[in-house]
């Protein structure tokens, strides 16, 4: 198994998990961030610190989506391995529907 | 099924709900674990773990092999039974600070001396954790815990001075999260014909947290690592202008002004006969002197299996053997 990043963290980017990761899986887009499935060592220990519950086990039924999106984009995206402000908007999004279709697939900018 | 060709980690993995709490180092190790054990060509019914008690000793459940949760420190005992009886299969130990260094210390030395053909995984977090923290015989001194709340105030064991003194023909340690060395170091053990001792830096993050930050920090950890590679000179450091010397009969930390790599390194050799500098290499400790993982030694030596089938090669005559020696007078009848 593994855990994914799901909906949730789209536009809000709260960087708690990357605090907390043992083994910096944490992989980092424009305004969104993924797990390597490779690299998760499933010890859970991020599920609870995303403040918008985006972090999922992926034997949770239905999220074979997010599986697939969290293993391609960490293959393009850079690590991230230390914690940083989330962007000033991201209490606007917190709860916003639909949020698949604001997912850029940029890596973050340097 | 025999063949081995097309086994994935999910052929190893149980259907147990793994039961450590949330970021601990154990969880690091059984994914390297899962990944490994596939590519060895052993097949998961002739794979054994043994654990003795703790956390780590939760192991067995969540492999999808035999494995025995034992008893309290008695892990390299059976294991050398099964060993001993069953020389087809596979035997791994799993096993803690506590475990193998307290209660179970002795029967870790006689397992290792006998070269019996397992492989010891120590996970080392400095702590008892399963009893909700204790200081353990790794744990360092001054360590606040519950049962020292004005600091240990006793020295450490080393576990890898421990194993060198015992004879283990190899010897080698790694940490939890480098997957990359940790993999590597856990498949040279299972190749190892003999015993075979890894010790593992484990972070136990909620009663010891940041033991390990010398040897797990990206920021620190270039400069109090030194990463043991046969045959190549002991260089370390961000810059790698940092080296270890031999100088008269102590080990010293040279740097290179000018950004170079020192000169006159001693040159790693985990071949030697003789154990000597292995042993100071194994004593090296921070923060006066960097940490080293990687494997110390590995030396080939008949098994505790072949000698003692070399002893006796008929399992007839061994039999027979076995009820000459039970009949052989001296004894006594009760009444």
Redo the contacts between chains.
């Keep these: 198994m593994t855990y994914v990043v799901t909906e949730n963290c789209i536009k809000c980017k709260h960087t708690d998990c990357v605090a907390v990761c043992p083994v910096d899986c944490f992989y980092e887009g424009e305004n969104m961030l993924v797990i390597h499935p490779d690299e998760c060592i499933d010890c859970g220990v991020c599920e609870p610190e995303c403040p918008v519950d985006a972090i999922r086990p992926d034997t949770e039924p239905g999220l074979e989506m997010w599986l697939a999106l969290n293993t391609e984009l960490a293959g393009i995206w850079p690590v991230i391995d230390e914690q940083k402000e989330p962007p000033p908007d991201a209490a606007l999004w917190k709860d916003a529907e639909g949020k698949l279709a604001h997912l850029s697939r940029n890596a973050v900018s340097a | 099924m025999t063949s081995t060709a097309n086994l994935s980690p999910a052929d190893f993995t149980s259907d147990q709900e ?1 039961r ?1 709490c ?4 154990d ?2 190790i ?2 390297q674990m899962k990944k490994l054990l596939p590519t060895l060509g052993v097949r998961p019914e002739n794979t054994v773990f043994v654990s003795g008690i703790g956390c780590s000793s939760r192991f067995p459940y969540y492999l999808e092999t035999y494995g025995l949760h034992s008893i309290h420190g008695r892990a390299p005992a059976i294991a050398t039974g099964l060993k001993h009886t069953r020389p087809d299969l596979q035997v791994w130990v799993v096993t803690g600070d506590g475990d193998a260094l307290s209660i179970g210390c002795t029967h870790l030395l006689h397992a290792l001396r006998r070269n019996v053909d397992i492989k010891i995984l120590l996970f080392n977090n400095r702590i008892y954790g399963l009893t909700k923290g204790q200081f353990s015989p790794t744990s360092l001194p001054g360590l606040v815990t519950g049962s020292s709340p004005e600091g240990t105030t006793h020295q450490p064991l080393h576990p890898l001075s421990i194993a060198l003194a015992s004879k283990a023909t190899f010897v080698a340690r790694s940490i ?2 480098n ?1 990359k060395h940790l993999s590597e170091t856990l498949r040279r053990a299972a190749e190892h014909k003999g015993s075979a001792f890894v010790e593992i830096f484990q ?1 136990c ?1 909620i009663y010891n947290d940041g033991a390990f930050d010398f040897a797990k920090n ?1 920021a620190i950890r270039d400069d109090h690592l030194v990463q043991l590679e046969h045959g190549a000179p002991l260089v370390f450091g961000k810059e790698r202008n940092k080296g270890i010397r031999l100088n008269g009969s102590q080990l010293e930390v040279v740097t290179a002004e000018n950004g170079d790599v020192p000169s006159n390194l001693l040159v790693h050799d985990e071949l030697s006969p003789t154990a000597t500098i292995a042993h100071m290499i194994a004593a090296m400790s921070h923060p006066d002197m960097p940490e080293a993982i990687g494997v110390l030694r590995a030396v080939s030596e008949p098994t505790h299996n072949e000698l003692m089938h070399d002893q006796n090669p008929e399992p007839a005559e061994r039999s027979a053997a076995l009820e000459r020696l039970l009949r052989s007078g001296e004894t006594w009848t009760v009444n």
Excluded: K
């Design positions: 793994v450590w949330p970021g601990c180092g969880f690091a059984l994914a939890d999260t997957a972070n993050h990206a």
